[in-house]
């Protein structure tokens, strides 16, 4: 079975801060991680995802993660965030050796951006 | 536009009285799934379906029916409402699960049972 840990349920930041959002995963299996964003009210959006290749991910408003095997982390890191920024963030995981394994979410991380 | 829909966006309800909260996809996508999310507890998965006529519980099925005649349809239904029911509810879809393709998430509907 796979699990998520998010380990800050609240992340507050000053505007133009660096952040780290911090996230573990436990699984038996070689796994998908992904990192999901929610603005308020909002549905999740895919922010960015880890399938292979570089350990180093990207997306395209700033944000990246990376893969850390012998760690089991999917780290996600700005250098600088804007108010913008200011949504939920639910970091996840799936078995990449089964074609039907289900997505499993961390809680979620709060980021608070303040001027 | 390639979306999930959820319809409604908000409901109030009584205890007991029987509800369907509707979610389309309009991706062809094989895989739909039935979230709710709660405060400090994150999503957690009530049903699934593979395809069409494939459905199964996920972590929290508890209270939930699911039914999946259509590729594209799949309602949620509470066929006895309790308050332990209210909760921010996510439809999702991808073109098969997990795997690489990551999920499509509808706007949500947040449902209030008294």
Redo the contacts between chains.
Sequence with gaps: AQSVTQLDSQVPVFEEAPVELRCNYSSSVSVYLFWYVQYPNQGLQLLLKYLSGSTLVESINGFEAEFNKSQTSFHLRKPSVHISDTAEYFCAVSDRNSGYSTLTFGKGTMLLVSP | EAQ?TQNPRYLITVTGKKLTVTCSQNMNHEYM?W?RQDP????R?IY?S?NVEVTDK?DVPEGYKVSRKEKRNFPLILESPSPNQTSLY?C?SSL?????Y??T????TRLTVV
């Design positions: 999930v799934s979230y400090g507890l994150g999503l998965q699934y593979m996920g996510f999702a098969f699960p997990g795997g690489d990551g999920y998430f509808g706007s949500g």
